[in-house]
């Protein structure tokens, strides 16, 4: 969804880029990974550094504004912010929630699985419907690419990030893929995403939440 709200115009006046949406001025600094009791760590670690559950972090520079946007990237500090609070990836306000569950605005795969999405462990963080209004009206091909649903059930199953793992002189990250809270490889994750999985998913009509 990132990549297409660079097309949301404020009024015609300026590209809006979403809360997620890290800055060519957000430099990543540059941290030593080593290997640290049953897994990986920074070499000049500090507190925050790993989130609750003690995976080691991304860790970001945050000056939104600054510099331009990077569309279609995602700064891991802000997504990781707003998918474990439930907070909209465009405005950072609430996301949107009902009976029905919680709102969604995603590619539209609906052909990949019998009673998609749900199942499917997500990166993309939920909506609020004014952001979900404003991007289907100023980006028409939303309507056709992308689909909204609600999801009733929408637990942290893990992240996506660099898997680390001792190579002949030093560690190397080979593979950067979804790892499960559950997956001994966590502890030699360097993450950079926070995933939900959606469960009990309904598609709702475009008209309906517009
Ligand atoms: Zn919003």
Known sequence: MTDRIQEITAAGRRIVAPYITPWTGEEEPSRTVVEHRLGIGYSDEVLGDRDSRGVLWHTHASFP??????FGEMHPQRQRRVMR???????AGPADQS???????LPDFRDDWPGWP???????PPVCRPC?????????????GAVAIRARGYPLCGVYGAVYSRGPNSLVSRDVR????????IRWTRAGRLLRELLDCEIVPFDEVI
Not at 65 to 70: L, Y
Not at 134 to 139: D, E, Y
């Open 65 to 70: 504004g600054r510099g331009r946007p990077k």
């Open 85 to 91: 609070k439930l907070l909209c990836q465009v405005c």
């Open 132 to 144: 979900l209004r404003l991007s289907v009206r100023v980006c028409p091909a939303l309507r056709r």
């Open 99 to 105: 009976d029905e569950g919680v709102l969604w605005l």
């Open 118 to 124: 749900t199942r499917m462990g997500l990166d993309e």
């Open 178 to 185: 979804t790892v499960a809270y559950e997956d001994p490889a």
